[in-house]
């Protein structure tokens, strides 16, 4: 491909429906309480994505999206909110992946995550990296990536070391705690910039953490390029083991948790690349995950 027309960000993971139910009320396990279920396009990646878009970019997907009605519909909407979906891959042989999660007063309650295609398709989502489709081994990509950890483990690993992406500016979300332990590669490898909050940085480095800056002044230790640590309601870290920035975000009525740590991301990665320094961008990452949970967004 031109390196003019390459995508300025690519969106690599999770690109799903979200069912989401959510409730005003304390919720506690058995609860059967009223409230809102919305059905909205999701998935880490698509989250990521849909952010960049609203904040002025165009990222191009690279994930698996089954060819049945709701991954038609899916594409659909992708393409309406001028997200490139080209490059997806789509099988007659998987169905398009779905995320549920229950939501109260008292935050996120619980959640399924049935990413199976995405997981089957594997490392067949990243051919247009290696095809000329948008870069090949004599050009590879050199432009940003939003990585989530809803790949396998093994891909990871793979994409960690992998000559494909080591132009490209890799900045990775775990997706969930459950799937914190499989960022370990770039660890390693010393690759990327990881976005994670406390309890992910616990499990990465096996160690619970008092606060975000003790949690990302380990991941580095550990052999993180760089890591985000994000702690609630209480300060958030930034720190490549030469600098550390430390803020504490808006307080903010919490109305849905889905997708903030998405949004966080998402928000960092355009004010990085319009030219903010680090207490700017981290600022900026934290205002746009206070309006996504008060519900100052659209959902």
Known sequence: MDAARRPEILCIGSVLWDVIGRSPSHMAKGADVPGRIVTLPGGVALNIAMTLAHLGLRPALLSAVGRDAEGDRLVAECARMGLETAHLYRSE????????????????????????????????????????????????????VALDGNLTAALLEEIAGDPAFRAADLRVAPASPGKAERLLPFLRAGRGTLYVNREEA???????????????????ARGAARALVTDGAAESCDSDGRATVRRRPPEVLVTRVTGAGDTFMAAHIVAERGGADRETALARAQAAAAAHISGDTPS
């Open 93 to 144: 042989d998987l169905r398009t992946d779905r995320y549920m999660a229950v939501e109260g007063a008292n935050g996120l309650i619980a959640a399924i995550a049935d990413a199976h295609s995405l997981e089957e398709a594997g490392a067949k989502i990243l051919r247009p990296l290696r095809d000329g489709a948008i870069a090949d081994a004599a050009t590879p990509y050199a432009g940003l």
């Open 202 to 220: 616990a499990l990465l480095c096996g160690t619970p953490f008092e606060d975000a800056q003790t949690a990302a002044a380990a991941l580095v």
